[in-house]
């Protein structure tokens, strides 16, 4: 079975300073790896995704994540914060192949700060 | 991507009722799921809908508490029955778009308190 820890549930930051929210994961077979955000009373948002190839993924929003396979991790980066990025994340995974169910972590509450 | 769309967005029920979520795509799916997110907690799959098939239903979650239909490609209603105050929480939808996106995106999601 595959499980997700995301090491941190809150994490506050001043704006414009750097972020890395940090996702673990484990699993016995190939998986594929996605950060979610969640703004306040609305549904998920996709922000990145790794399924293959390059392990470093580039999404939305200026955030960035490394696939680390020895180290079953998946860290949340971005260089510079915006108050608009104060937001629920959730790191997630699902075995690799396509239409099978997401198993997410606790989340992280980032909170940027003026 | 695709474009989700759930109704109601909020309600507020009394207990021993029931209410059926409605989640419309704007493009035909394989496959849609249903997540519960209680307050303050990550997503948990209630169910996976595929169309033409019943749905499956993930360890803890049952079909008479929580039915869904799925008769076409474009929708899925789930139901949630004899509500009591542990069902306050709110209801998510997600698709994974038909052609090997291996993506799951997601609506707005219901968010249901019950009394």
């Known amino acids: 079975a595959q499980s997700v820890t995301q090491l941190d549930s809150q994490v506050p930051v001043f704006e414009e300073a750097p972020v890395e929210l940090r996702c673990n994961y484990s699993?016995?077979?190939?998986?594929?790896l996605f950060w979610y955000v969640q703004y306040p009373n609305q549904g998920l948002q996709l922000l990145l995704k790794y399924l293959s190839g390059s392990t470093l993924v580039k999404g939305i929003n200026g955030f960035e994540a490394e696939f680390n396979k020895s180290q079953t991790s998946f860290h949340l980066r971005k260089p510079s914060v915006h108050i608009s990025d104060t937001a629920e994340y959730f790191c997630?995974?699902?075995?690799?192949?396509?239409?099978?169910?997401?198993?997410f972590g606790a989340g992280t509450r980032l909170a940027v700060h003026p | 991507s695709a474009v989700i769309s759930q109704k109601p967005s909020r309600d507020i029920c009394q207990r021993g009722t029931s209410l059926t979520i409605q989640c419309q795509v704007d493009s035909q799916v394989t496959m849609m799921f249903w997540y519960r997110q209680q307050p303050g907690q990550s997503l948990t799959l209630i169910a996976t809908?595929?169309?033409?098939?019943?749905?499956?239903?993930e360890s803890g979650f049952v079909i008479d508490k929580f039915p869904i239909s799925r008769p076409n490609l474009t929708f899925s209603t789930l139901t949630v029955s004899n509500m009591s105050p542990e069902d306050s929480s709110i209801y998510l939808c997600?698709?994974?778009?038909?052609?090997?996106?291996?993506?799951?995106?997601f609506g707005p999601g219901t968010r249901l308190t019950v009394l």
């Open positions: 809908a595929n169309q033409g098939s019943e749905a499956t239903y």
């Open positions: 699993s016995s077979v190939s998986v594929y």
């Open positions: 997600s698709v994974e778009v038909t052609g090997g996106t291996d993506t799951q995106y």
């Open positions: 997630a995974v699902s075995l690799s192949g396509g239409y099978n169910k997401l198993i």
